[in-house]
């Protein structure tokens, strides 16, 4: 085609070469795999650049942000009525660094925890722990008890610094469990002696040898199905996954980052923190996430970007619109936000949440704490809408090699292999399969540290002889489809996909089906245990709209119209087998999440669909076109082996 065109006349051969290129871009993805190409290798140069020169620590970007004439006066962090340029948060942290050195004794390569909610104060400790040369460990807010103590313990941590609001999660039997911890509070009063100290700067030799797989930092998992694992958080991974992010979204100098997502998670403390400060932007936060605040707070801070996790854009979609009291505006789109940018935005909100709230681009990710890669989805049409991941020929060629998507066998919740060859089976495209990332065999330190002395579970995210004899490879326990135009879709967690009629049924998939009827507000699917069957039936645990709800009756039972248009709404939508079976109408904000708003299943497919485990919700299982009430006249008809479903 380019020599025909090249024998053509100019005009017409120019006007052949631009369409021959828009073919090979639409074709290929060239245009998006350039772009993302172009924010990782300057990132990789930077981060190497600076691990040779004693600089990995991030500690001194700070210090140069703050130290520059360009930059030192440019607002970095902003909280609640708080602001600090770089230059006083800089000075901030020396005080702060001084204290914990001079009066509680920190060392270098000491790991000290931290119980906060999203405060300045907890930021700027964060710093003044790596400028000592010491570690956080950072601790999920809202854990008590038990998996409190597990946390700490597993840290060796001697002493925790505490946010005032949460201390009374930190009670006696923690503290008497732990008597060799020092429990402090960080009270105002603290906080001003903290701040009467010198602005000291700590010798470089307390972090100036930190290699780029050096721990910067523990977070931990959520623990949901056991207690937390303390995840090493290295400072490469800091320094690229913020870096290259901030780039590929083009953040720049000028940019407001805002987020209420918990920093004791890596979506906030990495995609959001660490991106910011790369960027060398201003980022501000809010203590905890609120629906009502949410937008006022964006307002206020004037945000260009702002983060989102798991169910977050549901819940700000669900909410009524605000109107300036004044003028009776509607203020849905009286914002300066230009990206949203989190993970977990399901493909039923995705669009309604951008023309809602007036969002040009969502940029969605996929990645997990411990991990070694991710997948990224720079989305600003329909093309890509509901893709956790996308990439083009070019990305492919390079990097290709290091993913795999296999089979799995959800008998054992384990990667299938091959009778005859022991090896794994990758999926054809667009089937679902476990998405796996390439390990240095000999070196998987290099690119998965693991969780921090617990080899148990770091050995059970490696697997060996996947598909060749010695080859390694990081299990992300998550089933994902990857299509013929190379886009990557979210399926489900392995161990929340469950068989029924010998069919394998994605939750996240039945989940997405029911969440666009416009009734529901929220949907979690699990499969429940029942008795005389084999395998999981589907069960969904809704939040209905006000207006589906008949009055009284504790808002569990929907109307007549609501169940028989459920009923059609999931059989046009679902395969026999996969339909949901059962509906358990809750109350809004009665569903177990985390804290990150993402969506807990083990209470709920504990408590299956046994009249007197399930509490006031409505049970209704699927009776010809139409849900129906289910009880103990309908359990026990299941029970006596007279309804086979």
Wanted: glycine letters at 8%; charged letters at 25%; one cysteine or more.
């Amino acid at each position: 085609m380019a020599s025909l065109a090249m024998s053509l006349p100019p005009p017409v051969a120019a006007s052949a070469l631009v369409a021959i290129a828009a073919y090979a871009n639409g074709r290929f993805a060239l245009s998006y795999d350039y772009g993302f190409l172009s924010s990782i290798v300057p990132t990789m140069a930077s981060v190497v650049w600076n691990e040779y020169r004693g600089r990995a620590n991030l500690f001194y970007r700070l210090e140069a942000l703050a130290t520059s004439k360009r930059s030192e006066n440019r607002l970095f962090l902003r909280f609640e009525d708080k602001t600090y340029t770089y230059a006083q948060a800089y000075d901030t942290v020396l005080r702060y660094a001084n204290w914990l050195k001079e009066r509680r004794g920190i060392k270098k390569g000491e790991l000290v925890a931290l119980d906060f909610q999203n405060t300045d104060t907890f930021l700027l400790l964060v710093i003044a722990l790596w400028s000592l040369g010491a570690k956080p460990a950072l601790i999920n807010y809202n854990l008590t008890g038990q998996p409190l103590i597990h946390c700490v313990k597993r840290a060796d941590a001697r002493l925790m610094l505490i946010d005032p609001v949460v201390a009374g999660n930190v009670g006696e039997d923690v503290r008497s469990v732990l008597s060799d911890v020092s429990f402090e509070v960080v009270t105002p009063e603290m906080e001003a002696e903290m701040l009467t100290m010198d602005p000291v700067r700590p010798p470089d030799d307390l972090r100036a040898d930190a290699q780029g797989q050096d721990m910067a930092m523990l977070i931990y998992t959520s623990g949901t199905t056991g207690l937390p694992k303390g995840a090493i958080v290295t400072w490469r991974k800091l320094t690229v996954v913020g870096n290259f992010t901030a780039r590929w979204i083009g953040t720049k100098s000028s940019d407001v980052y805002y987020t209420a997502m918990p920093l004791y998670h890596s979506t906030a403390m990495i995609m959001g923190f660490s991106h910011t400060l790369g960027a060398g932007a201003t980022f501000a936060i809010s203590r905890k996430f609120s629906t009502s605040h949410f937008w006022d707070d964006v307002r206020k801070h004037n945000a260009t970007i702002i983060q989102y996790v798991g169910e977050t854009c549901r819940y700000l979609l669900s909410a009524p619109s605000i109107t300036d009291p004044k003028t009776g505006e509607n203020l849905d789109r009286k914002h300066k936000v230009r990206i949203a940018f989190g993970n977990g935005l399901r493909p039923d909100v995705w669009n309604r949440f951008k023309e809602r709230f007036g969002i040009e681009t969502i940029a969605e990710f996929y990645a997990a704490t411990e991990g070694s890669f991710a997948t990224f989805n720079l989305s600003r049409n329909d093309f890509t809408k509901g893709a956790v991941g996308r990439s083009g020929s070019l990305f492919n060629l390079l990097v290709g090699g290091n993913i795999a998507l296999v089979q799995v066998d959800h008998e054992t919740d384990l990667p299938f292999r091959d009778p005859k060859t022991g090896f794994c089976c990758r999926v054809k495209t667009g089937e679902p399969g476990e998405l796996l990332f390439r390990l240095p065999p000999n070196d998987i330190g290099s690119r998965f540290q693991g969780y921090y002395g617990d080899k148990d579970a770091t050995n059970k995210k490696i697997m060996r002889d996947v598909f060749s004899k010695g080859d390694a490879w990081f299990r992300t326990g998550d089933v994902v489809k990857w299509d013929n135009e190379n886009r990557v879709y979210f399926a489900d967690r392995i161990g929340d996909t469950f068989r029924w009629k010998s069919e394998n049924v994605s939750t996240a998939e039945v989940a997405q089906v029911v969440g666009l009827h416009p009734a529901v507000r929220e949907a979690n699917v699990y499969g429940v245990e029942l008795p005389r069957h084999e395998g999981r039936a589907g069960c969904a645990a809704v939040v209905l709209e006000p207006s589906a709800l008949l009055p009284g009756d504790g808002g569990a039972q929907p109307s007549n119209d609501t169940l028989k248009s459920l009923a059609a709404h999931v059989k046009r939508g679902l395969p026999k087998y996969a339909l949901p079976l059962f509906i358990r109408v809750v109350k809004d904000g009665s569903l177990h999440t985390t804290g990150t708003n993402k969506q807990q299943k083990h209470v709920l497919r504990g408590e299956g669909v046994e009249p007197g485990k399930t509490g006031q919700d409505g049970i209704f299982w699927l009776k010809g076109d139409a849900y129906a009430k289910f009880g103990p006249k309908e359990w026990n008809e299941i029970t006596a082996g007279k309804v086979k479903l």
